[in-house]
């Protein structure tokens, strides 16, 4: 509603969008690490941000029925990347709509933090998402979240 509608880029003035641009700059995933505004000079280099709901839900809290609805947009933006593309799912709610939108059994692929899976599209790279609850509760600190960088940069570069 503040950030990534009036900027058009995501987690751009939220929290999670403070940390997260940090990671993408220190790991050469940007050019700067903060997100202001959509004329703030940022560049994101080999480096892509989408959500699997493109609405704003309720309380930010995204429903079944708007993760299916949004689900075949996202299958579109997979379906350009390259073959050894690596996807930094941000989240239990990300990782799910990968997996679908891929057209893949849930069952086969498990969300976890820092969990890698080989899908047919790409690498899949899970992390906790980067939400004022999660890191508040060090469910994600900022040296695990950093981890799953270091780990997509070392799949990139290899």
């Keep these: 509603m503040h950030g990534a509608n009036r900027s058009g880029r995501p987690f751009t003035g939220d929290h999670a969008g403070i940390l997260l641009y ?77 997996i679908k939108a891929c057209g893949l059994r849930q069952a086969e692929f498990k969300f976890g933090h820092a969990a890698l899976h080989e899908l047919p599209a790409c690498r899949l790279l899970d992390s906790y998402h980067c939400s004022r609850y999660n890191t508040n509760t060090r469910r994600l600190t900022e040296a695990m979240f950093a981890g799953v960088f270091a780990q997509a940069r070392e799949l990139l570069d290899n």
């Design 22 to 98: 940090q990671m993408l700059y220190r790991y050469g995933f940007a050019s700067t690490d903060q997100s202001v505004s959509v004329d703030d000079g940022l560049k994101l280099l080999d480096a892509r941000i989408t959500n699997a709901v493109k609405c704003l839900p309720p309380d930010n809290k995204p429903v079944g029925a708007e993760i299916n609805t949004c689900n075949k947009y996202l299958a579109n933006e997979l379906h350009t990347l390259p073959a050894d593309s690596v996807v930094l799912a941000l989240g239990g709610i990300a990782h799910r709509a990968i």
